[in-house]
C-alpha cells in the first residue's frame, strides 16, 4: 500500500507516459481509440460495442493476448494488441500484432518507438518465435516505420470471409 | 470396440475420401505434407522437426486450434489448419486459415472444396466472426478458389519479423 502511494506522489511530480500492461480499468479508453482507427480504415467499420467486447475478451483471457498502452497517470495515448497463436513454419509460438495506434498529439516523439521495443522485449522474453501485422496498403507512413524496425514485407496477400 | 470394428469393415468395402478432425495419431503424415507445402513456398523454409512440433502444439491444445484432414483409413491426402484468435473489429472469436493442401493425387476432383466446407461449417457452428488467410501473391489458382469460396480480397499488407 505505502508502495502505491509512493508511486502515485512519484509520478503526479513527473508523470511521463510510459509502457504498461493494460488491465479491464483502461477498457473505456482503449475502446475510444480503438473505434477512431477503425474509422480511419478502408478495410473495417467502427463498432464501439463489438470493439469494446473483443479488448474484454482478450484481457480476460491472458493466454490468448495482451494489450499494451502508453499512458500517464490520467490518460492513454497509444496502444498494441498482441495475439497468441501457433505457426507451423516457426514450430512454436508466434505473435500477432495488430490495432498499433499512436494519438496524433503523442506522434513523432518516439513513443512508437517505445511501444515496439516493448512488444520485442516480451516476444523475446516469452520465446515468441516471430511477429506478424498487418498493415494499411496505403499507410507508407506506418509501412516505414516497421522496416525502419527489422520488419519484412512478405509475398502473402491475404484473404478474408465474413461468417454472417 | 464393436463399432469401431464395424467402421472399420464398413470403409474397407467403401473407402472413399472424407474429412475428419486430426489426432496425435496422424502427427507422422500431416509433418510430412506440410514439409512438402513448405518446399514449394519462397516465404518459408521447410524444417520438419518445426513442422512437427507445430503440429503438435496445435493437436495438444485444442483451445488454440484444429486440424482437419482428407483422408481414407491409410492415408491422409490433404489438410487445413485452423488457428482461433479473438479480433477486436468483429469482437469476437475468429479463423485464421492457414496450410490448405490437397495432394496433387487428389487435386481438381472437389475434395478442396469438401475440405473448405467442413471449415465453413465448424466456423458457423462455433461462432467464429470471421476467416482470414494468407495466399501466396504467385498462386492465382489458389485465389480464384478461394475467391469462388466467398473470401475477398483485402486492402492490408502482411510485414513479419522474425525474433532471434
Redesign the interface.
Known sequence: MSSTLQQSTLSSSNDLPRVQTATIEDLDQITDL?TAL?EQQ???TS?P???????S??LE?PA??RIFVLRNDDQIFGMV?L???????????VL?L??FIMHPSHRGQGYGTLLLDHV?NF??QKN???????????SEDS?RF??K???????????????D
Open positions: 480503438l477503425f478502408g478495410d473495417f463498432d460495442q463489438r470493439q469494446r467486447e473483443g479488448v475478451m482478450i483471457q490468448r493476448g494488441n495475439l497468441f497463436t501457433i505457426s507451423t513454419a516457426m514450430g512454436g509460438m500477432i495488430e490495432d520485442s516476444a523475446k515468441f518465435a516471430r511477429i506478424t501485422l498487418l498493415t494499411d496498403k496505403i509501412q516497421f522496416q524496425h527489422g520488419f519484412a514485407h512478405s509475398s502473402m496477400i491475404p484473404m478474408r470471409l465474413n461468417i
